[in-house]
């Protein structure tokens, strides 16, 4: 399936590493979001991304910072992450109607390991 | 209390078998409801929208009881294939639009 897609698919990585994580959909949604999903948890969504404009961010460390440049394209840069930043990081993609999210989408994940 | 939460299972039951679990959301203003099916080292993928009026896809039904707040999943006649987690989705219209996801409930079939 290509309709989301993200690499790396694996990144290990230390502590004083950057690194950005890539996702691309080709679905022609109009909102873009990025999910952790740590051993044992539920998914925790980060960012939110709506026409290239970000609406939500739940509070999360500025060590993440993401970057919509259009709605096709979504990023995620890391720089001096702890090792409980470890997780499965999911991008998805929906159609927002008036500000409503229809069925997400993900790409196959980023599994991250953090030295 | 959890906004939205899930028996983690393991459910282990046999081929062939009936299988039903539940979603609980504390949101009463909840709008939207979703069941995502997630195997192992694998992302989540949508396996069904929930309606009021409840919806049937072969094998599965899910239902939405909006006075108990509770969603469900029944899948009948059970594959090996069927083994997953099962995750629920609840979303919220207010100011933002509010995504929470269920821990999930883990589905074992035994041959």
């Known amino acids: 399936e290509t309709g989301v897609t993200q690499t790396p698919r694996h990144l290990v990585m230390g502590m004083t590493n950057k690194k950005s994580l890539k996702c691309e959909q080709h679905?022609?949604?109009?909102?873009m979001y990025w999910y952790k999903q740590s051993a044992k948890k539920p998914l925790e969504l980060m960012f939110v991304y709506s026409l290239e404009e970000r609406v939500e961010n739940n509070s999360v460390p500025s060590r993440f910072s993401p970057e919509c440049p259009n709605s096709s394209h979504l990023f995620l840069h890391l720089h001096t992450l702890q090792p409980e930043d470890s997780a499965l990081y999911l991008c998805?993609?929906?159609?927002?109607?008036?500000?409503?999210?229809?069925?997400?989408?993900f790409g196959p994940g980023t599994r991250l390991t953090v030295l | 209390r959890k906004e939205v939460e899930q028996d983690p299972g393991p459910f282990n039951v046999p081929e062939g078998a009936t299988v039903a679990f539940n979603c609980t959301y504390s949101n009463s203003a909840s709008q939207s409801f979703f069941w995502y099916r997630q195997d192992c080292r694998k992302e989540p993928k949508l396996l069904m929208s929930?309606?009021?009026s409840g919806n049937e896809d072969g094998r599965f039904t899910a239902q939405l009881n909006r006075a108990s707040q509770y969603i469900s999943l029944l899948i009948r006649d059970s594959k090996l294939s069927d083994s997953a987690t099962y995750l629920c989705v609840v979303i919220s219209y207010s100011s933002a639009s509010k995504i929470i996801f269920g821990s999930g409930t883990r589905l074992s079939i035994r041959p």
């Open positions: 998805a993609s929906s159609q927002l109607w008036e500000g409503q999210p229809d069925t997400q989408y």
């Open positions: 679905l022609g949604h109009n909102a």
């Open positions: 929930v309606y009021s």
